[in-house]
């Protein structure tokens, strides 16, 4: 049931874009995105809802296609400050009754 | 605003021993969760707690790991007797969400406390 992220780790030049794929093998009702960076705690970033509504940051955007059963995150003129670990979480059922299950990460590494 | 706070922040003890967690979540947070992580990999949720109830603790090694949120706020988790493989940072989160028809609200995550079992 964990979600299966892609790439597992990608290294980019400041400035330019990225795509982090979560991918799931049950239909989802939310995905929750997150970054870690290293010996800090998760911060969120971003929640997708079924049915299209989404809330979060104002320089990353996602997207949630619920038939195929992913979301991905798209960072734009990436910054130094954008590296650190993306963590999608998934939930499958609405209602708070279940916890969130999280991949495995992605690594991204901003260089100058 | 105060985010979430855990203590303590590290811990080595060896195997067989006990050890226990405690968390304060934000201030007016109805839902609590204890998350284990092992290095390289994404949160893995233990225990979920709505106010002082268990809504969720599907996860957690019930053997030897036990919580509790007697009053709706603080939160323990102890590990006994603690094994090699519980080597992990223990992540405390907190949302303000509550039961009832709703996706899960942002969850804010406290510093950890990361555990070393010799």
């Known amino acids: 049931q964990q979600p299966v992220q892609s790439p597992q780790a990608v290294i980019l030049r400041e400035g330019e874009d990225a795509v982090i794929n979560c991918s799931s093998s049950k239909a989802l009702y939310s995905v929750h995105w997150y970054r870690q960076k290293h010996g800090e705690a998760p911060v969120f970033l971003m929640i997708?809802?079924?049915?299209?509504e989404q809330k979060g940051h104002e320089k990353i955007s996602a997207s949630f296609n619920e038939k195929k059963q992913q979301s991905s995150l798209y960072l734009t003129a990436s910054q130094l400050s954008y590296s650190g670990t993306y963590f999608c979480g998934t939930e499958i059922s609405g209602g708070g009754a279940d916890g969130l299950t999280f991949g495995k990460g992605t690594h991204l590494i901003i260089q100058p | 605003e105060a985010g979430v706070a855990q203590s303590p922040r590290y811990k080595i003890i060896e195997k067989r021993q006990s050890v226990a967690f405690w968390c304060n979540p934000i201030s007016g947070h109805a839902t609590l969760y204890w998350y284990q992580q092992i290095l390289g990999q994404g949160p893995k949720l233990l225990i979920q707690?709505?106010?002082?109830?268990?809504?969720?603790d599907s996860q957690l090694p019930k053997d030897r790991f036990s919580a509790e949120r007697l009053k709706g706020v603080d939160s323990t988790l102890k590990i006994q007797p603690a094994k090699l493989e519980d080597s992990a940072v223990y992540l405390c989160?907190?949302?303000?969400?509550?039961?009832?028809?709703?996706?899960?609200?942002?969850?804010?995550f406290g510093p950890g406390t990361r555990l070393l079992v010799l």
């Open positions: 989160a907190s949302s303000f969400g509550v039961l009832g028809g709703g996706p899960k609200e942002t969850q804010y």
């Open positions: 707690f709505q106010n002082n109830g268990v809504v969720d």
């Open positions: 997708l809802l079924k049915g299209g």
